[in-house]
């Protein structure tokens, strides 16, 4: 009975990702964003001039990936490239001034897509969702540590 309780569990949490995914996805469309563009827009927002490298890392994708995202964003006019000063091979991403004023637009959408999906819960059962779900991540993280604790469990 247990193991169909954490399938459930898994199925809840997979569901509820992938619907607030597109609830949001939904919301930036309408500001001309796609979805993981907002991603790489907030991370400059907090840190501007990062590297493709960087950002990649940051954000958890490949650096293909944020390449094709990065150039997309640069057509769109809010961010440019920028050769390093130190080393002309390396780039620094920034937002333009059109940038910024978008991030404010992501905020807001991001807060509506979290407040509708809140809807329901008092403070006490979002402040325990947010500490549940920072464990998952934290699980989840170092998925090499998982492993070798599955295959642990497995021997024994």
């Known amino acids: 009975m247990a193991k169909a309780g954490k399938k459930d569990t898994m199925a809840r949490l997979q569901s509820a990702a992938r619907l607030s995914r597109t ?29 493709p490298g ?27 490239k920028r050769s390093s000063d130190s080393d002309a091979r390396q780039s620094h991403i920034f937002l333009t001034e059109t940038g910024s004023q978008a991030i404010r637009a992501i905020e807001k959408s991001v807060r509506k897509t979290e407040k509708l999906a809140l809807k329901g819960l008092d403070k006490k059962d979002v402040k325990t969702l947010s500490k549940l779900l920072a464990k998952i991540e934290d699980n989840l993280s170092d998925l090499d540590m998982a492993s070798a604790d599955e295959d642990e469990a497995d021997e024994g």
């Open 23 to 51: 609830a949001l996805a939904s919301r930036l469309l309408s500001h001309g964003f796609y979805a993981g563009q907002d991603q790489i827009m907030m991370a400059l927002d907090r840190e501007n001039g990062q590297t």
């Open 54 to 80: 960087q950002l990649a890392t940051r954000l958890g994708v490949r650096p293909p990936t944020i390449t094709k995202t990065i150039n997309r964003l640069q057509v769109q006019g809010v961010l440019e």
